[in-house]
């Protein structure tokens, strides 16, 4: 079955700074990839996806690339602001009626 | 905002208790999800379904159980709680395999 890696578990970065947040799966049939934001309290919100027929896409601050050979893809948040701070989840679908297989999850702190 | 709630948001309960954690949405989503979530983050898939009369068990292996009777309703009971189904519970519902997946807003439980 599929298997989502997330790196790094953890990342603190100073307000204004970039923050990027790489993922890797295992199966190449794997055609559509989301990622989550959660908040202290809150269930995770999807804030960002892609589809394997697009190399990247941007919404504002943040942006999401897949690089379907290498077989990963990556979040990228510019500008970072305290508000970012949460815990992010990248994951992956096969489609139909698989149910998406989430990676571990990075805690980001954005320093003021 | 995505129409998906969940019922309790905290519950604090003694050993041996029969629960029912309920979630529902009004979005008229086929499939829905329970995860349940450890403090280190991580989502563990316990339970799905792809519409009325269908339950299947996830990755993680559950005491719990699960019933889809109605599309909007997706309850799960622990018919004896211990302490170790102390957990974060979160609900989460999708039309399709490449569509967005909503979460609730998840139920806190601990179990003394």
């Known amino acids: 079955g599929e298997n989502v890696e997330q790196h790094p578990s953890t990342l603190s970065v100073q307000e204004g700074d970039s923050a990027v947040i790489k993922c890797t799966y295992s199966d190449s049939a794997s055609n559509y990839f989301p990622w989550y934001k959660q908040e202290l309290g809150k269930g995770p919100q999807l804030i960002i996806d892609?589809?394997?027929?697009?190399g990247e896409k941007k919404d504002q601050r943040i942006a999401v690339t897949l690089n379907k050979t290498a077989k990963h893809f990556s979040l990228h948040i510019t500008e970072t602001q305290p508000e970012d701070s949460a815990v992010y989840f990248c994951?992956?679908?096969?489609?139909?009626?698989?149910?998406?297989?989430f990676g571990k999850g990075t805690r980001l702190s954005v320093i003021a | 905002e995505a129409d998906i709630y969940q019922t309790p948001r905290y519950l604090v309960i003694g050993t041996g208790k029969k629960i029912t954690l309920e979630c529902s949405q009004t979005?008229?989503?086929?499939?829905m999800y329970w995860y349940q979530q450890d403090p280190g983050m991580e989502l563990h898939l316990i339970h799905y379904?792809?519409?009325?009369?269908?339950?299947e068990k996830g990755d993680l292996s559950s005491e719990s159980t699960v019933s889809r009777i109605r599309t909007e309703h997706f309850p799960l009971t622990l018919e004896s709680a211990r302490p170790s189904h102390t957990s974060q519970y979160l609900c989460?519902?999708?039309?399709?395999?490449?569509?967005?997946?909503?979460f609730g807003p998840g139920t806190r439980l601990t179990v003394l």
């Open positions: 989460a519902s999708r039309v399709g395999g490449a569509d967005t997946q909503y």
């Open positions: 892609i589809r394997s027929n697009v």
């Open positions: 379904s792809y519409g009325v009369n269908s339950t």
């Open positions: 979005m008229g989503h086929d499939k």
């Open positions: 994951a992956a679908s096969l489609g139909g009626n698989t149910p998406l297989v």
